[in-house]
């Protein structure tokens, strides 16, 4: 193992145990696919059930590791028209440093939708559940434990001894909820979520109890539009454009993106910008495809930041999503024109 890939590692496990400075929320580029890690006020989009599976690789060339965060998410949702409310699951695996620091939650979604107007609606949501967080101690490498010629394995191979305390705890587990509100018209929707309202308490190390504030609140405010046109065409295949942005905030961290979405047909893209307000992050770009209840999308962002120079490799990310009110006989009892609100790129 070269030194650059232990100063590397050594930093992200710093970053990932260091108490007041605790790392961000993994968040998905195609955030429309994974509406429920968004905002628990997406729960029941759509009138029939609907599931969503993501994956995503972030930096996969990166030197500290290999795999430096690559992360799964899989939900399901659905409506029930005569309670005005909607229901769903969200599962989410995240593994960061090739594995040393793995996350899994499990949380159930609820939202109840209030029409304030013909063409204005409001929806609450409420998230809540549980989350574990474990660190592989024994793939960590400390400082002392480099030798300046043999680096941290002597001539045999065997690893050099280190002086650092291995915490009592390597696994933690914790009650979580989070909640939010979305208004939306057939034109515009606006929509703001807060997660980790409990503030859970995730370090692993002995600290002064006085420097711990919890896992930050994790605040977003996501806003978009929709324009829809007619194609004249014989499919009379659907197309519209959503500009949108996502702007987040969790403790010193601050994210902004900024795009458009575009669906023709059975074909859809996009394109985002994303920024931290400190520097350039990255160019986002999507293309997938829509037949019958099935939607897949792939997206690759495109590293404008420093860690362009160290080959991170950007970031590669997919989402499959299984939608019933897509289906033909749903259609036809239904209508897709039912719909009332601006919310067909989350579909």
């Given amino acids: 193992m070269c030194r650059r890939t232990i100063a590397s590692l050594l930093a992200l496990v710093?970053?990932?145990?260091?108490?007041?400075?605790?790392?961000?929320?993994?968040?998905?580029?195609?955030?429309?696919?994974?509406?429920?890690?968004?905002?628990?006020?997406?729960?029941?989009t759509s009138f029939a059930p609907?599931?969503?599976?993501?994956?995503?690789?972030?930096?996969?060339?990166?030197?500290?590791?290999?795999?430096?965060y690559v992360t799964y998410a899989?939900?399901?949702?659905?409506?029930?028209?005569?309670?005005?409310?909607?229901?769903?699951?969200l599962l989410l695996s995240d593994a960061a440093g090739d594995g040393i620091l793995k996350t899994n939650q499990a949380s159930m979604a609820y939202s109840y939708r209030v029409r304030i107007k013909r063409d204005v609606g409001?929806?609450?949501?409420?998230?809540?559940?549980?989350?574990?967080?474990?660190?592989d101690w024994n793939r960590l490498i400390?400082?002392?434990?480099?030798?300046?010629?043999?680096?941290?394995?002597?001539?045999?191979?065997?690893?050099?001894?280190?002086?650092?305390?291995?915490p009592d705890e390597l696994s933690k587990n914790w009650f979580d909820i989070g909640a939010g509100m979305l208004l939306y018209t057939p034109r515009f929707y606006?929509?703001?979520?807060?997660?980790?309202?409990?503030?859970?308490?995730?370090?692993?190390?002995?600290?002064?109890?006085?420097?711990?504030?919890?896992l930050p609140i994790r605040l977003s405010l996501h806003a978009g539009s929709e324009l829809k046109f007619k194609t004249g065409n014989k499919r009379h295949w659907a197309a519209f454009?959503?500009?949108?942005?996502?702007?987040?905030?969790?403790?010193?961290?601050?994210?902004?993106?900024?795009?458009?979405?575009?669906?023709?047909?059975?074909?859809?893209v996009g394109g985002w910008y994303r920024h931290t307000l400190t520097n350039l992050d990255a160019v986002i770009a999507l293309i997938g495809f829509q037949k019958g209840i099935l939607k897949m999308g792939y997206?690759?962002?495109?590293?404008?930041?420093?860690?362009?120079?160290?080959?991170?490799?950007?970031?590669?990310?997919?989402?499959?999503?299984?939608?019933?009110?897509?289906?033909?006989?749903?259609?036809?009892?239904?209508?897709?024109?039912r719909y009332n609100d601006c919310f067909n790129m989350f579909r």
């Fill in 142 to 166: 400390f400082l002392d434990q480099i030798d300046p010629i043999n680096g941290p394995t002597d001539p045999a191979g065997n690893p050099y001894p280190t002086q650092e305390q291995r």
């Fill in 190 to 214: 606006i929509g703001l979520s807060a997660k980790h309202l409990t503030t859970p308490d995730q370090t692993f190390l002995d600290i002064n109890d006085n420097l711990i504030t919890g």
């Fill in 74 to 89: 899989a939900s399901y949702e659905q409506a029930v028209e005569r309670l005005n409310s909607g229901f769903g699951i």
């Fill in 50 to 68: 609907r599931i969503a599976l993501n994956y995503r690789n972030q930096w996969p060339n990166h030197n500290a590791p290999a795999n430096a």
């Fill in 14 to 44: 710093i970053c990932c145990m260091a108490s007041p400075s605790f790392g961000q929320d993994p968040m998905f580029s195609q955030f429309y696919s994974a509406p429920l890690q968004l905002n628990a006020a997406f729960a029941g």
């Fill in 299 to 337: 997206s690759f962002d495109i590293t404008l930041s420093q860690l362009t120079l160290q080959g991170s490799g950007g970031a590669h990310e997919l989402s499959l999503m299984i939608n019933i009110d897509q289906s033909e006989a749903i259609r036809q009892r239904r209508k897709a024109n």
């Fill in 241 to 268: 454009v959503s500009p949108n942005v996502l702007l987040l905030r969790q403790g010193s961290f601050t994210q902004i993106n900024a795009g458009a979405y575009v669906g023709y047909g059975p074909v859809f």
């Fill in 122 to 135: 409001l929806k609450f949501g409420i998230d809540a559940g549980i989350t574990q967080v474990a660190l």
